[in-house]
């Protein structure tokens, strides 16, 4: 049924003071200015509403001069993960969220993979390990394949036709790159195995066209790239939305709370502190839209607790901030007796195999794993685990191989864990006295399985290329990380409904990788991209936009 934006009352009673120069009341607010934020903020000015994004990063309008082109650039475009409270055997505190006007996709290695058609129902095809909380989408790969291709044009997809999709196809925006000389190494011992390969599909421009320059392969990406070859929400969508007028962003503001008035299923706007001065705004907002990261976004709604919410801003069925899933990884060095230039180029994807990541007969483990070659500059920041026990001359020797080595990322399927959640500690305030996250995660049994699989192909796969010594990370490591809102049809077993609105409030949407149901084992920014697109078309048809 279409509804009218000026139905919801969004009266708000607050002591706090507003901005002389900030208008009270917008259309819709969004919080989080990364990948999803990006596309609500394009959809929604796009159709006239005006917006007001608020960002707890920098907003960096000068790509060419802020962003440097050094290894240690990637830290201060990394959400500082050291502020939690952390428990089980999972969590190290390095997943890779973002911070910042673009969020994530400043810092991001821009793999662009579509989920398998087979993740949006794997309880039903695999059946549900115990202790797991595996669940089917509440929708399918058919659904969710148009908004996928508009991604690939939203991010500028490098690549081909890769053999584990269906021939037909769309063709992406750009050619596939060219392998590099470690490439074509991993490409000669994955034929010996028997193993298909393919270019990557890379948000990262092959030539220029439009607003993208052709990539000049310096190798650090996820330091900002400063020709904005690679994606980056700000360069693209943001300042799409800001050319219309329509948009207001405001960075360096951590949002709090979401108020409520007197209706129990209505939000009415947000209040934020401004990190630069201290002071707390308020503003009133017909729709929220909340994409910041899968563990500030529950911390937000349970940090919203009132009488008629008790237990957090729409948890009556104790369901937000469980669930929480990741990538269960692995990094593998390969040392060649040859020169391989592997300190060269855009940081992942170059060559990639898919072949294990859809469950096969008489395996050992549920779901699968994916392959991934590492590149660049930005290689010695992904790899540093795989050095993490080595110092002194040792360490020293060992880096310079680096050029002489191969290197290989695998991103496993991790299953989601109803215990394996966020939750806030009212005991443990941060600067500003808002109660902190408090993160519980343990590996599943099967993420250890998978990982073990992976681990063992990576040696296969770099000795078959020709690499005399490999080298592979003792511990995994957690990367992308998602679930914690996750969406599902029954408001018991689910945060949001099938669109990412929040079950017991009708104006408050949810973007991001907090509303995954299982993860995956590709990289997940196209899906999630995917996800905000289908949602925003929805609001605009509920809203007749």
Known sequence: MNEHLHSFDTNLSSGETLGQTL???????????????????????????????????????????????????????????????????????????????????LAWTSVSLPFFEHDFRMRSLYGQPAGSSVEDWPLDFAELEPFYFKAEQDLGVSGTVMPWERPDRPPRPFPPFAYYRTSERLKTGMDKLRIRSAPGPVAVASRTAGNRTACLHCGFCRSGC?????????????????ATGRLTIIDNAMVFRINQGIQPRVATGVSFVDLRNGNTYSVKSRLLFVCNNPFEIPRLFLNSASPRHPNGLGNRFDNMGRHLLSHPGAVAVGV??????????????????????????????????????????????????????????ELKNTL???????????????????DNRVTVDP?????????????HYDWHPNDLKVLGAAKRALHLILKASGAHTVQLTEKPFEAHPGGSMRMG?????????????????????????????????????QTLHALALRTADHVKRRFRL
């Open 400 to 418: 310079r191989t680096y050029n002489q080595s191969l290197f290989v990322i695998a991103f496993c399927d991790g299953l989601p864990v109803r």
């Open 427 to 439: 005991n443990a305030l941060d600067e500003h006295g808002i109660p902190k996250a408090k993160i």
């Open 23 to 105: 208008p009270e009341t917008w259309d819709a607010v969004i919080v989080g200015a990364g990948a999803a934020g990006a596309v609500f903020a394009r959809e929604l000015t796009a159709k006239g509403l005006k917006v007001l994004m608020l960002e707890f990063g920098k907003h960096y309008q000068d790509h060419a001069n802020e962003f440097v082109e050094n290894e240690l650039g990637v830290w201060e475009h990394i959400w500082d993960n050291s502020q939690y409270e952390i428990s089980g055997n999972a969590l190290t505190g390095s997943p890779n969220l973002g911070r910042g006007v673009g969020g994530g996709t």
């Open 336 to 393: 060649t007796d040859e020169c391989m230039n592997g300190s060269i180029g855009y940081n992942m994807g170059n060559i990639v195999t898919l072949d294990f990541g859809t469950p096969r007969p008489r395996q050992r483990y549920y779901s699968g794993f994916v392959l991934e070659a590492i590149n660049g500059a930005g290689a010695g920041v992904i790899a540093v685990d795989t050095y993490a026990h080595l110092f002194g001359s």
């Open 489 to 525: 049809r029954s408001p018991r077993t689910s945060v949001t409904d099938p669109f990412g609105r929040v079950h017991e409030l009708d104006n408050v949407y949810i973007g991001g990788a907090a509303l995954f149901v299982t993860g995956s084992s590709v990289n997940p920014t």
């Open 226 to 242: 400063r020709i904005d070859a690679k994606y980056q929400a700000d360069h693209t969508l943001i300042k799409d939305a800001l």
